[in-house]
């Protein structure tokens, strides 16, 4: 199993450009999400899908796009790039989404991280 | 406002040595809190999961403790290696909020 991978690795942006960041997972996971990481915050939740066809927002969702057609896929669209979005972006997926004491099934695997610089 | 908060945000210690890395977490009500290890380029990779009802757990050479009373959260390091230098994040798996992480390196 490759996990969750994720494409560029690396990718530079000109402001006002638009990009897709690839994300795929062969472990048939329901549960997947984006997050950016930034230099001294947390990681922090952009989009999420609970399955195919379900999308929902994050804690920082502007300024981006998702779409979930199929189990394995959850591609992340930049629409217009601003320098802003500068960060480290990861892919994560989990075998579901519970909550309560349940969410200790909620373990999350991370994809390798696309670095995005928008000039 | 929940929150998960870490410390030191960055250590730097001896190989061989112990290390201890603290969680501090407002998040409510607390259902179970992940550690996890993000080496330099890489994404999160899960150590170990405390629940409610858990006050120590050890993975190898990572020891998690928790106190749902004071909501602290400790991963402790024993004999440290040179390959444990990396971030540790501490994390709320219901809500998902991950602390800042603290930043460990190890030098021989």
């Known amino acids: 199993n490759a996990g969750v991978t994720q494409t560029p690795k690396f990718q530079v942006l000109k402001t006002g450009q638009s990009m897709t960041l690839q994300c795929a997972q062969d472990?048939?996971?329901?549960?997947m999400s984006w997050y950016r990481q930034d230099p001294g915050m947390g990681l922090r939740l952009i989009h999420y899908?609970?399955?195919?066809?379900?999308?929902d927002q994050g804690e920082v969702p502007n300024g981006y796009n998702v779409s979930r057609s199929t189990t394995e896929d959850f591609p992340l669209r930049l629409l217009s790039a601003a320098p802003s979005q500068t960060s480290v972006y990861f892919c994560?997926?989990?075998?579901?989404?519970?909550?309560?004491?349940?969410?200790?099934?909620?373990?999350?695997?991370f994809g390798p991280g696309t670095r995005l610089t928008v000039l | 406002k929940n929150q998960v908060e870490q410390s030191p945000q960055s250590l730097i210690i001896l190989e061989g040595k112990n290390c201890t890395l603290q969680?501090?977490?407002?998040?409510?009500?607390?259902?179970?809190l992940r550690w996890y290890k993000q080496d330099t380029g890489r994404g999160p990779v899960s150590l170990t999961i405390?629940?409610?009802?858990?006050n120590t757990k050890s993975n190898g050479r990572y020891t998690a403790t928790l106190d749902a009373d004071t909501k602290q959260s400790s991963l402790h390091i024993t004999a440290s290696q040179l390959s444990d230098s990396a971030s540790y994040i501490c994390?709320?798996?219901?809500?998902?909020?991950f602390g800042t992480g603290t930043r460990l390196q190890v030098f021989p």
């Open positions: 994560a997926s989990s075998y579901r989404r519970t909550s309560g004491a349940l969410s200790s099934y909620n373990e999350q695997f």
């Open positions: 472990m048939n996971h329901e549960y």
């Open positions: 899908s609970v399955g195919a066809g379900i999308t």
């Open positions: 969680c501090n977490y407002t998040v409510s009500p607390f259902s179970n």
């Open positions: 405390m629940t409610f009802s858990e």
């Open positions: 994390t709320n798996t219901d809500k998902l909020i």
